[in-house]
């Protein structure tokens, strides 16, 4: 194993065993964090992702309902069910896997979700206060790189920071989270001319663009910090293999510090996750 990687699954196992005790201290007081996670539809991708989040939040005490709708279910349907997961107080937080069936408006899904049980930080209060500086709920996978940061020593501050990809999930947060540890902070995307130009000079590289491989070696500053967001399936006659959005072999050896793919980002967005119902919980009880 490269001796400059991050790695991913040891820090989340690390967080995720010092939850425990944050757990045990709201049990004390008499509440369980609940999270409530929705699925609509029966896309198998989705269905792993909310396997696991349910299996984390049982392995670390916490409550979790499994809510799983039909694809053809109506908005209306979806929205009545969250609004009486918003009533319930036994669930301290709400999280809508997408994407949703295509008749459905994401949007208004997402903003029908309590700003204060929002803990995939989506819902529009929570990206506003994240702009301002003052986060309630940050989205999972940002933030599980921002700790990825500091597990590490990472020094942001007045460094040039590239984040390729603009998405509300990953590429804004993620830009806007540098932005406020100091860093100096351009965004790029698949419109973005001459993106070479713009990654070379970066100390912080965050890959967020859903293409294989895409970021290679010469495209990499000698000592920056890459971090690949992305996870990828390679096609049959390539092996079928998980790969991320940097080619890892390549710039393993160029970088100072990489996450892998598998086993570096993926791990640290559920944890977050359980970080955030942690939160939610906490705030409830007035901790």
């Not at 830009?175 to 001319?193: D, E, F, M, P, Q």
Request: hydrophobic share 45%.
């Amino acid at each position: 194993m490269t001796q400059n990687l991050i790695d991913g699954k040891a820090l989340a196992d690390e967080l995720r065993t010092a939850f425990k005790t944050r757990v045990a201290a709201l049990a004390a007081r008499g509440c369980r964090p609940g999270l409530a996670v929705i699925l609509a539809g029966e896309n198998p991708a989705s269905q792993v992702y909310v396997r696991n989040k349910v299996s984390a939040c049982e392995a670390a005490g916490i409550y979790s309902q499994k809510i799983l709708l039909a694809a053809d279910v109506s908005q209306e349907t979806l929205l009545a069910k969250i609004a009486e997961l918003n009533a319930n107080p036994a669930i301290h937080g709400i999280l809508v896997q997408l994407p949703l069936p295509r008749h459905i408006h994401e949007e208004t899904v997402l903003e029908a979700i309590s700003a204060e049980k929002d803990v995939d930080g989506f819902h529009a209060e929570n990206v506003g206060a994240l702009a301002q500086g003052n986060p309630r709920f940050i989205p999972c996978t940002p933030y599980g790189v921002m700790k990825m940061f500091e597990a590490h020593k990472v020094d942001w501050v007045g460094k040039e920071a590239v984040v390729i990809g603009r998405s509300n999930i990953v590429g804004k947060p993620m830009a806007l989270l540098l932005i406020n540890a100091g860093a100096t902070v351009t965004v790029c995307h698949s419109k973005t001319r001459d993106l070479a130009s713009h990654t070379r000079r970066a100390d912080i590289l965050v890959a967020a663009v859903g293409k294989p491989r895409f970021v290679t070696a010469d495209m990499v500053k000698p000592g920056a910090v890459v971090i690949d967001v992305g996870i990828n399936r390679l096609s049959p006659e390539e092996g079928g293999k998980l790969c991320g959005d940097v080619d890892f072999e390549a710039v393993k050896n160029v970088a100072a510090l990489i996450t892998p793919v598998p086993g570096g980002v993926g791990p640290m967005t559920i944890t977050m996750l359980l970080a955030n119902t942690i939160e939610a919980a906490e705030r409830r009880m007035g901790a």
